[in-house]
T-cell receptor, first 115, second 112 residues
C-alpha cells in the first residue's frame, strides 16, 4: 500500500517554463489537496478536490491549475513558472473532508526551484 | 479567523530528556487541533488529534498533548526523547472540514 505518491522529488525550472507535479493515491480517497510550504511558514492550501471532476480554490491558487479526471490522480500544473513559486509542494488525500473525523495522508513532497 | 503559532522554530534536547514543543492557537469557534510529524524526505504523519473529548490526548510513539482553552495552547510533550524523534513537527487547527491551518513548524534535534 503506497499511500500518496508524488513525483518528481526535486525539480529546477527556468522562469517562464511550465511543468506538472504528479500526485496519485491508492486509498480510494474522495478528497485530494495541494499545499505549498515556504521557508519558515506553515503549509498553505493551493487547490483541493472533493471527487473526480470537481476542484476548488484554496488560499493561494494564483499561478496554478489542477484537474481531477480520476479518483487516484490530482496533478498540479504551473504554466509560467515564477521565482515566487519556489517552494516545497505537498499533496494529501482524505476519505472525506479533512478535519476532526477524516485525517489527511501526505506525500513526501516535491521541492521546486524556479531560477 | 483561525491560526496557529508555534513558539519555537528549533528545539534541541538530549536523548532521554523531556520534549516540549509549544503551540498556541487562535479560533473563533471550538477548534480541532492536530500535531503532525515529518521525518526527512517523508510525508507528514498524524501524531495525535484533539476533537473536544478528553483534554489530554495521547498519540503515537509516546507523545501526548494537552488542550488548555484558558491559555489557547496545545503543547506537545514526551517524557524521554529518542534519537528517532528528530524531525519537523507541525501544529494544525481546524474549525471546519477542508480548512486546516498549519503552523510554521518546529524542528526537533536530539543529541546523543
Amino acid at each position: 500500500n503506497a499511500g500518496v505518491t508524488q513525483t518528481p522529488k526535486f525539480r529546477i525550472l527556468k522562469i517562464g517554463q511550465s511543468m506538472t507535479l504528479q500526485c496519485t493515491q491508492d486509498m480510494n480517497h474522495n478528497y485530494m489537496y495541494w499545499y505549498r510550504q515556504d521557508p519558515g511558514m506553515g503549509l498553505k492550501l493551493i487547490y483541493y478536490s472533493v471527487g473526480a471532476g470537481i476542484t476548488d480554490k484554496g488560499e493561494v491558487p494564483n499561478g496554478y491549475n489542477v484537474s481531477r479526471s480520476t479518483t487516484e490522480d490530482f496533478p498540479l500544473r504551473l504554466e509560467l513558472a515564477a521565482p515566487s513559486q519556489t517552494s516545497v509542494y505537498f499533496c494529501a488525500s482524505s476519505r472525506q473532508g479533512a478535519g476532526a473525523k477524516n485525517i489527511q495522508y501526505f506525500g513526501a513532497g516535491t521541492r521546486l526551484s524556479v531560477l | 479567523a483561525q491560526s496557529v503559532t508555534q513558539l519555537d522554530s528549533h528545539v534541541s534536547v538530549s536523548e532521554g530528556t523531556p520534549v516540549l514543543l509549544r503551540c498556541n492557537y487562535s479560533s473563533s469557534y471550538s477548534p480541532s487541533l492536530f500535531w503532525y510529524v515529518q521525518h526527512p524526505n517523508k510525508g507528514l504523519q498524524l501524531l495525535l488529534k484533539y476533537t473536544s473529548a478528553a483534554t489530554l490526548v495521547k498519540g503515537i510513539n509516546g507523545f501526548e498533548a494537552e488542550f488548555k482553552k484558558s491559555e489557547t495552547s496545545f503543547h506537545l510533550t514526551k517524557p524521554s526523547a529518542h534519537m528517532s524523534d528528530a524531525a519537523e513537527y507541525f501544529c494544525v487547527v481546524s474549525v471546519r472540514n477542508n480548512d486546516m491551518r498549519f503552523g510554521a513548524g518546529t524542528r526537533l534535534t536530539v543529541k546523543p
